[in-house]
């Protein structure tokens, strides 16, 4: 019988130019530059460049991607009434899976996968995120703002003021830090749709289905709801202990890759206690520091520390989102990482086919409706 | 370094007990029973049954499986108003993804993956890929027939007439023969989505933009367009022979998992004899002939063999569907193997994320965008 390769953990299906994952060590890539140097000192913008074209833009190029994304930040029609024909009552990424899936509809992302589209697709998550969120809130969709970059036109959508130069500055860090992390779930979702040489935007929505999950990217409001029950730092001790005594995962520790610090965590916690009410961030900093301990006198075999989930929630209820924006917010970001493997598989393209094991009956005689008077046997 | 899985051609990624390919003697099995003998005898829903719970179904339970397969099949009214606000002009495959995510967001798949997800989401496909059709011809849509199968009620849906026996027979037969292929490119999407613990909307809508692409379930049109190029039987060696020396690839034949004839293949022989006008199969018949000659000559290692498409192509033609709904009724067929195989892989889940090989460049220093004046080298 074939070795069954369950959840392709440590199957290397691709290679790749784009990020690169040090799990042992806490490190994350993009295309040669350190996560952390990037969060610093880079802007969405330029980390869509580096991730789509391979190098960090010069001024000129980074102009140039700008003036691109602005322009492509207006919905079409198509896209705007199909947002509006949906359920107000709709999970948000059910809504923005299926805005980019009418995107697509109306657009044709024809011939080959090309950097346009990726801008189209990436241009257009805000604009769907936060048409349906004004739409649900009895508020009309405003037009984008070409002079706001794409993490403050993002904010504007929703808000309709134009939003300070920290929260902006907060949010942009954020998409930075999430754009790409190796063959994740929906990364790699995005990869065997587009190996069969179906569109990008086709891979995108498949992408989104899969980020949804609370697997993956589906679950940074859940370490919102755990802090809020938590309430006050002086629970944290009593409420983890009951948690754990009771079997239940913590939320926000613990990564499949990872068996030491996320980097992103790192870099989001500085960013939560910029971006966060004091006392909610003392909170989330004793939790975090009970969670560490009592995980690892209880599972001391396992390396679980804290995931890029804990602060993102911290960041992104800071930024002023609500709960259940966060993963379609994740899927803003993560669109470059997408749409930049998308074009990665396309240049040295194989279908994406693997094999299965057969498990079930076989040799089973075929006895037509009028004869099958007993149930066959389970 | 480590081996590169590419493709995924060979790996084992999941046991299933859905269905067998044994690509070296040409036999397809579900669940037990060879596929020959299911086209033969069954029809489509009892093949639904077969794959969402693993036997055949007597009377009772055919009857209630139908009957609530048909009371699903009328869309909530934001699906239509979705397809509405799609343009006319608009691909029948992004439309048909993009009618299902709005139902995944009208109808909410939440809680555990269930069969009656599976039976809306199978009952709503023709519904949706109808009313597309109608709509973009100026037709209203028309409401589904509970008295009619389920190919029966989806040639109504398109024609808003009653088919002929023979029609619906042949369709549910195409129906039957292409729910479920093993581990396929747009199925494995399915089970990737899944094992994120999203829903079994995302799932579905992830696969058909899966089987959009053309080295999947997107090319089945280009058969007719070959043979309508042809035109009559005596012009088929002059064209052929043309083709090949181009180094164009015929459009039906090879498979990468068939290394013996489709089974499917002579299963849809037989129903396009039946099901098209003589002339046109005759035409077919010719140019199999030729072509499995040629490229047996012409590449006489390589086992090339008629595959599904071939056949396919003049069956729906002959049930009177326009080229471009083609794939979309592949979709309509293999929406069942798609949401069997998500109920197989939560029954005993683990997260679908594979690695990749970082090839990209290393240790690069960041310089901030006002320091960086000339381009990075590639």
């Known amino acids: ?37 990037l969060a610093h000192g880079a802007t969405f913008e330029e980390v869509a460049h580096l991730l ?9 190029e980074l102009a140039e991607l700008k003036a691109k994304l ?3 930040r207006e919905l079409p029609a ?9 359920p107000k009552t709709a999970e948000p990424m059910d809504v923005v899976r299926t805005g980019v899936s009418a995107l697509g509809a109306a657009q044709r992302f024809s ?30 969709p405003v037009a984008p703002r070409s002079d706001l970059n794409h993490a403050g036109n993002y904010l504007y959508l929703l808000s309709g003021e134009v939003p300070s130069e920290q929260r902006t500055r907060a949010l942009d860090t954020y998409l930075t830090l999430t754009a790409d992390h190796g063959l994740n779930a929906s990364t790699f979702t995005a990869r065997v749709i587009a190996s069969t040489l179906s569109d990008m935007g086709s ?3 498949g992408a989104i289905g899969a980020l949804k999950g609370p697997l993956h990217g589906g679950a940074p409001a859940l370490v919102l709801d755990m802090l809020r029950s938590i309430g006050k730092p002086e629970n944290a001790e009593a409420w983890l202990t009951a948690a ?9 520790f613990g990564h499949r890759v990872y068996k030491a610090e996320d980097p992103r965590a790192r870099v989001l916690r500085s960013l939560a206690e910029r971006t966060s009410e004091i006392d909610f961030f003392k909170l989330a900093v004793r939790v975090e520091d009970l969670a560490l301990k009592m995980l690892h006198e209880r599972k001391p075999d396992r390396k679980l520390y804290t995931n890029v989930e804990f602060y993102s929630a911290a960041v992104m209820h800071g930024v002023g989102l609500p709960d259940d924006l966060f993963t379609p917010t994740f899927a803003v970001s993560r669109v470059t990482g997408w749409t930049a493997h998308v074009i990665e598989q396309l240049k040295d393209n194989r279908l994406i086919r693997p094999a ?11 006895v037509p409706l009028e004869r099958r008077s007993t149930r066959a046997p389970a």
């Open 1 to 37: 019988m074939a070795q069954i390769a369950k959840g392709l953990e440590g199957v290397v299906v691709s290679d790749t130019a784009l990020s690169h994952i040090d799990g042992e060590r806490g490190r994350l890539i993009y295309s040669g530059y350190d996560i952390a140097d």
């Open 78 to 86: 198509a896209v705007v009434d199909t947002i509006r024909a949906l």
């Open 111 to 140: 011939g080959p996968a090309s950097v346009e589209h990726a801008m189209v697709l990436t241009a257009s998550m805000p604009s769907i995120v936060a048409a349906f969120d004004r739409l649900r809130r009895g508020l009309e």
């Open 70 to 72: 602005a322009g492509f």
């Open 52 to 60: 789509w074209l391979g190098h960090l833009p010069d001024e000129a």
């Open 244 to 252: 754990l005594d009771r079997g239940e995962r913590l939320m926000g």
């Open 203 to 205: 891979a995108v929505v």
């Open 356 to 366: 299965s094991e057969y498990v079930g009956p076989v040799g089973l005689t075929f």
